[in-house]
């Protein structure tokens, strides 16, 4: 049984993927 993401799991993602999509502007 797979567990939800953490807040803080989210919220490394939720960066990341701003700043790869920065990137290619």
């Known amino acids: 049984m797979t567990s939800p993401l ?3 799991e989210i ?3 939720v ?3 701003f ?3 920065f990137k290619l502007l």
């Open 19 to 21: 700043d790869e999509a």
């Open 6 to 8: 953490t807040k803080a």
């Open 11 to 13: 919220e490394r993602i």
């Open 15 to 17: 960066s990341f993927a």
